[in-house]
């Protein structure tokens, strides 16, 4: 909930600055050979489809029959007026069960040892029978009497109003000082000082365009902040992140109704007595896992980088986990383990965002095994987990696209999977079109000017980072700003600035640099290729970051549509690239040496590179 305030703001085109954030911040863990020690592999995903229509997947858990109950809104399905939300129950193999309506979405689900289903979500909280009857549906426990929670909100909105504007004002008046002392200084100046007139200048310039951009950032937050509608405020709290079953209880997990984090009520099976046992819980990006192994509570610190045990009290029992980089028992990137699920076997399976591993550990946090990757993009995300014990299936939810990834055994997995076969395919009919150095089109590049609201647009910040493509058949990948290898434009520059103090005001690294900053090694791979274009996305350190379109409109040139997560999901209009070389990294290396052009006309290496690379598709 620390986050609210920035996820208010995002129509400023702060969403440009945060998508960058989840990349760098923290930075994601790898384990040294995390493929080949890996037991599981993915070979398919399940799409999920309510009357033909593909919809919104909220969350998941497996249920008692081993099938996927997948929690689904039903915003935009023609016909489904009398329902908000649905549960969608698919086999592993990804076959449609049934289908269980209901009054609200569904956020958040779990199963009692007796086989009765209990769904949060919306601000309601259900019990379920087996066969999907609706037998309790009541208000979520932190609703209590709205009126009274609307007046609190908005209490509450304005005292984090000013306290952000403050802080904001406060760097504002600094610039202006700067400013001020600039302008009394070229006043008293010789005139005949060209040299510092000329640097007072630049450096008035660059001020200036830093107020501007404060200033507007003060007045949207202002804005952002103005007392929300009864609508809008109920909606922020009636989220809820995650559900819980015991023997004896049911755990929910709340958002806050008066500032930040999270509080986990316990209800009985009836879902009444409802009580606080543990209040003012942080969880990063909106997300707050819990879980129960029959007995106590089970909460997924993701900002602590561990699994705290609790008993139904809310009492502390024991917690165990750290943060590592490269380290099998570790948890990386920025707030990890995202989701937990206990097992019938005792065992306490984890779940990371942006990176995608599953870990097997022990009740007392033996680390036990690693069991694969599966394919979510960067960024703090809900991942839930299953884990199918007859079959030795995993499961593991993709936020961005609404799927749910199916893990099976190695020796149970194909030899090429049907996600693999539609991206060899796509390397070999596309992939070998695109290897060589590509520059955008300087006409397509967007405006480089402020925009109204002060803020770079999206497509202009993509192109900074992303203007000067080098694609090599191995999967490299060298990108940097438009004809600039080492310079930094000034307009990154203020960029970087305001996403440091962005960085700095939710408490993370204040080292932060932007995409377009300097030249960026990452990879990239081919998903598919259909009626002409090429989907491929790219990797910063393993870890899943932007994806492409690309359209060729002749050999030469194409026109490139990045996308964060799903073509869907577009990051601004598309941009047009020519090509300036077919060598793999354009006129000049890193070393500096003049590279020769690709003689692998038949791809072999980036068949092969297509082929050993984990899946990034949604085929099935």
């Given at each position: 909930?620390?986050?609210?305030?920035?996820?208010?703001?995002?129509r400023?085109?702060?969403?440009?600055?945060?998508?960058?954030?989840?990349?760098?911040?923290?930075?994601?863990?790898?384990?040294?050979?995390?493929?080949?020690?890996?037991?599981?592999?993915?070979?398919?995903?399940?799409?999920?489809?309510?009357?033909?229509?593909?919809v919104?997947l909220?969350?998941?858990?497996?249920?008692?029959?081993?099938?996927?109950?997948?929690?689904?809104?039903t915003?935009?399905v023609?016909?489904?007026?009398?329902?908000a939300?649905?549960?969608?129950v698919?086999?592993?193999?990804?076959?449609?069960?049934?289908?269980?309506?209901?009054s609200?979405?569904?956020?958040?689900i779990?199963?009692?040892s007796?086989?009765?289903?209990?769904l949060?979500?919306?601000g309601?909280?259900?019990?379920l029978?087996s066969?999907?009857?609706?037998?309790?549906?009541?208000?979520?426990?932190?609703?209590?009497?709205?009126?009274?929670?609307l007046?609190?909100?908005?209490?509450?909105?304005?005292?984090?109003r000013?306290?952000?504007?403050?802080?904001?004002?406060?760097?504002?008046?600094?610039?202006?000082?700067?400013?001020?002392a600039?302008?009394?200084?070229?006043?008293?100046?010789d005139p005949?000082?060209?040299?510092?007139?000329?640097?007072?200048?630049?450096?008035l310039?660059?001020l200036?365009?830093?107020?501007?951009q404060?200033?507007?950032?003060?007045?949207?937050?202002?804005q952002s902040?103005?007392?929300?509608s009864s609508e809008i405020?109920?909606?922020?709290?009636m989220?809820?992140?995650?559900i819980a079953?015991?023997?004896?209880?049911?755990?929910?997990?709340?958002p806050?109704?008066?500032?930040?984090?999270?509080?986990?009520?316990?209800?009985?099976?009836?879902?009444e007595?409802?009580?606080?046992?543990?209040?003012?819980?942080?969880?990063?990006?909106?997300q707050?896992?819990?879980q129960?192994?029959g007995?106590?509570?089970?909460i997924?610190e993701n900002?602590?980088?561990?699994?705290?045990?609790?008993?139904?009290?809310?009492?502390?029992?024991?917690?165990?986990?750290k943060?590592?980089?490269?380290?099998?028992?570790g948890f990386?990137?920025?707030?990890?383990p995202?989701?937990?699920?206990?097992?019938?076997?005792?065992?306490?399976?984890?779940?990371?965002?942006?990176?995608?591993?599953i870990?097997?550990?022990?009740?007392?946090?033996e680390?036990?095994g690693?069991?694969?990757r599966?394919?979510?993009?960067?960024?703090?995300?809900?991942?839930?987990?299953?884990?199918?014990?007859?079959?030795?299936?995993?499961?593991?939810?993709?936020?961005d696209?609404?799927?749910?990834a199916?893990?099976?055994?190695?020796?149970q997995a194909?030899?090429?999977?049907?996600?693999?076969?539609?991206s060899?395919?796509?390397?070999d009919?596309f992939?070998?079109?695109?290897?060589?150095?590509?520059?955008?089109?300087?006409?397509?590049?967007?405006?480089?000017?402020?925009?109204?609201?002060?803020?770079?647009?999206?497509?202009?910040?993509?192109?900074?980072g992303?203007?000067?493509?080098?694609?090599?058949a191995?999967?490299?990948?060298?990108?940097?700003?438009?004809?600039?290898?080492?310079?930094?434009?000034?307009?990154?520059?203020?960029?970087?600035?305001?996403?440091?103090?962005?960085?700095?005001?939710?408490g993370?690294?204040?080292s932060?640099?932007?995409?377009?900053?300097?030249?960026?090694?990452?990879?990239?791979?081919a998903v598919?290729?259909?009626?002409?274009?090429?989907e491929?996305?790219?990797?910063?350190?393993d870890?899943?970051?932007?994806?492409?379109t690309?359209?060729?409109?002749?050999?030469?040139?194409?026109?490139?549509?990045?996308?964060?997560?799903?073509?869907?999901?577009?990051l601004?209009?598309?941009?047009?690239?020519?090509?300036?070389?077919?060598?793999?990294?354009?006129?000049?290396?890193d070393?500096?040496?003049?590279?020769?052009?690709?003689?692998?006309?038949?791809?072999?290496?980036?068949?092969t590179?297509?082929?050993?690379q984990?899946?990034?598709?949604?085929?099935?």
């Amino acid at each position: 909930m620390r986050m609210r305030w920035l996820t208010q703001t995002v129509r400023l085109g702060v969403l440009s600055l945060s998508l960058a954030a989840s990349a760098v911040v923290g930075g994601p863990s790898y384990v040294d050979g995390a493929e080949s020690t890996a037991t599981h592999k993915q070979v398919r995903t399940i799409v999920p489809e309510y009357q033909g229509v593909r919809v919104h997947l909220n969350t998941f858990c497996l249920g008692p029959d081993q099938n996927l109950y997948l929690c689904c809104s039903t915003n935009g399905v023609a016909g489904a007026s009398n329902t908000a939300g649905v549960v969608l129950v698919y086999t592993g193999e990804g076959e449609l069960v049934r289908e269980i309506p209901l009054s609200f979405s569904p956020q958040a689900i779990n199963f009692s040892s007796q086989g009765a289903m209990f769904l949060a979500g919306s601000g309601k909280v259900a019990r379920l029978s087996s066969e999907g009857v609706v037998e309790i549906e009541k208000d979520a426990p932190n609703i209590g009497n709205k009126e009274e929670m609307l007046e609190q909100l908005t209490k509450s909105a304005e005292e984090q109003r000013k306290t952000i504007t403050a802080s904001y004002t406060d760097q504002l008046e600094k610039i202006k000082t700067q400013i001020e002392a600039i302008e009394a200084e070229t006043e008293k100046a010789d005139p005949d000082d060209k040299k510092g007139a000329s640097r007072r200048e630049r450096r008035l310039r660059m001020l200036t365009q830093q107020r501007d951009q404060w200033q507007t950032i003060v007045d949207q937050i202002g804005q952002s902040f103005a007392a929300p509608s009864s609508e809008i405020a109920l909606q922020q709290v009636m989220r809820s992140t995650g559900i819980a079953v015991s023997n004896q209880d049911v755990f929910v997990s709340l958002p806050n109704t008066v500032g930040y984090g999270y509080s986990i009520y316990r209800m009985n099976h009836d879902l009444e007595e409802g009580k606080v046992v543990k209040g003012n819980v942080g969880g990063c990006c909106g997300q707050l896992d819990i879980q129960s192994d029959g007995e106590n509570l089970l909460i997924a610190e993701n900002t602590s980088f561990t699994v705290g045990i609790y008993d139904r009290d809310g009492k502390k029992l024991t917690s165990w986990g750290k943060r590592g980089r490269a380290e099998p028992d570790g948890f990386g990137s920025c707030c990890n383990p995202m989701n937990v699920r206990c097992c019938p076997n005792g065992e306490i399976l984890t779940a990371e965002s942006s990176i995608g591993d599953i870990k097997r550990f022990s009740k007392s946090g033996e680390f036990l095994g690693f069991v694969g990757r599966a394919t979510v993009a960067g960024g703090c995300k809900h991942v839930a987990i299953g884990w199918d014990n007859q079959r030795d299936w995993h499961y593991m939810m993709h936020q961005d696209k609404s799927t749910v990834a199916v893990l099976v055994p190695k020796d149970q997995a194909p030899e090429e999977t049907d996600e693999e076969r539609l991206s060899r395919i796509a390397m070999d009919e596309f992939g070998s079109k695109l290897v060589g150095t590509w520059e955008v089109v300087p006409a397509e590049k967007g405006n480089r000017e402020a925009t109204a609201d002060g803020v770079y647009a999206q497509y202009d910040f993509i192109s900074q980072g992303y203007g000067h493509l080098e694609f090599a058949a191995d999967g490299s990948l060298i990108h940097r700003a438009f004809s600039s290898p080492k310079a930094q434009p000034a307009s990154d520059g203020v960029i970087g600035a305001i996403l440091g103090s962005v960085v700095d005001a939710i408490g993370g690294d204040s080292s932060i640099t932007i995409a377009g900053a300097a030249q960026s090694h990452s990879t990239w791979k081919a998903v598919k290729g259909q009626q002409g274009e090429l989907e491929l996305v790219t990797y910063d350190d393993d870890v899943e970051y932007y994806g492409a379109t690309v359209k060729w409109i002749s050999d030469g040139e194409i026109e490139v549509k990045w996308f964060m997560g799903s073509p869907e999901q577009s990051l601004g209009n598309p941009a047009r690239y020519r090509l300036v070389s077919k060598s793999a990294c354009g006129q000049e290396c890193d070393s500096g040496k003049k590279t020769q052009p690709s003689t692998d006309t038949n791809d072999e290496k980036a068949n092969t590179g297509a082929i050993q690379q984990t899946s990034r598709g949604e085929g099935q």
